[in-house]
């Protein structure tokens, strides 16, 4: 079984902390980090609404202090950024990392692009036409693998047609085979990115299971999600924890959740069970698996260290 890499990211006050948390994945031997971009003005998980930070930046800071896991933006939104200035920011992640650096790249979500009276297009005809404008930005220079945020089965199909791999988020463990197999033939094993974010939590299941149920109930806020969470047979729980965030009543979004959902996309329980789980990802075409942290208390050091260490 393959390490899995982690979600690490540029949290207020924690931003030096989490560069120091990349150098010691990497000194045991963690394959690779991915950075997130977060620029929501509406509650997270936990129930605070987080201050932007940016994918790339924190990027930056961690090639230039390691040495030799890989690196990418995931997801770097693009909206946020004219194709041009987003191709001259991962050219140069690209040139500093010696080729380590990877271009997550996603449309981010409705309803918070419009809170920043930002105007959307449709999905599938936005990452086309922006990847093509990055890779035409790059002229001749060297390129950075270009992978897409993507969740459901237009958008994985368009993926592996155009981008170097994916990175879906809230996958269900018993659809990642069916999603996948969207892809091209060639595409569906070897050295393409196949990845998935999926929260994960070691120690009493009763609390990860709560931590992750908290996780999910909070992306029902967003359409698309709740439109995936239909096709994986979890409809109409979702709708439920819906209806109940838009109440405002986050204990019984959490209490919409059911174990199964919880159970398929996270990862809890003892060192060896989260090792076998993710053996699991990774037996169903997951070839980069990102773990990120459930907990809310501590720093994100020591959470997601406490993780890393089931690989002791």
Not at 124 to 136: D, E, F, G, I
Not at 174 to 182: I, T
């Amino acid at each position: 079984m393959a390490k899995p890499g982690f979600i690490i990211s540029a949290h207020l006050g924690q931003r030096r902390q989490v560069v120091e948390l990349a150098v010691e994945l990497e000194r045991r031997g963690f394959p690779f980090v991915f950075c997130p971009h977060d620029y929501s003005p509406i509650l997270n998980a936990q129930g605070a609404e987080p201050p932007p930070y940016d994918a790339l930046s924190l990027c930056t800071a961690v090639i230039q202090a390691t040495h030799t896991i890989k690196v990418g933006s995931g997801i770097a939104v693009t909206y946020t950024r004219h194709p041009a200035e987003m191709a001259a920011a991962a050219s140069f992640n690209h040139e500093l990392s010696d080729g380590r650096f990877i271009l997550g790249l996603g449309p981010g979500h409705n309803g918070i692009l419009q809170r920043y009276k930002i105007p959307t297009e449709k999905p599938l005809t936005h990452m086309k036409n922006y990847t093509a404008q990055v890779r035409a930005a790059f002229a001749d220079w060297p390129q950075p693998p270009i992978i897409w945020a993507t969740l459901r089965t237009k958008m994985t199909t368009l993926t592996g047609q155009e981008a170097d791999g994916l990175l879906a988020n809230n996958w269900a463990l018993s659809q990642v085979r069916e999603q996948l197999r969207v892809l091209p033939p060639e595409r569906q094993s070897g050295d393409y990115i196949r990845g998935a974010i999926v929260p994960a939590f070691v120690g009493d299941r009763s609390e990860g299971l709560g931590a992750i149920r908290n996780v999910l109930s909070f992306y029902t806020t967003m359409q698309n999600y709740v439109e995936y969470y239909h096709q994986a047979g979890f409809g109409e729980s979702a709708e439920v924890a819906k209806a109940a965030m838009a109440a405002g009543d986050r204990d019984a979004a959490r209490a919409a959740i059911p174990e199964e959902m919880a159970d398929e996309m996270g990862i809890v329980g003892t060192a060896s069970e989260v090792r076998e789980k993710v053996e699991a990802w990774q037996d169903a075409g997951i070839n980069w698996l990102a773990l990120s942290s459930l907990q809310s208390s501590g720093s994100q050091y020591d959470n997601i260290l406490q993780i890393a260490r089931a690989w002791d």
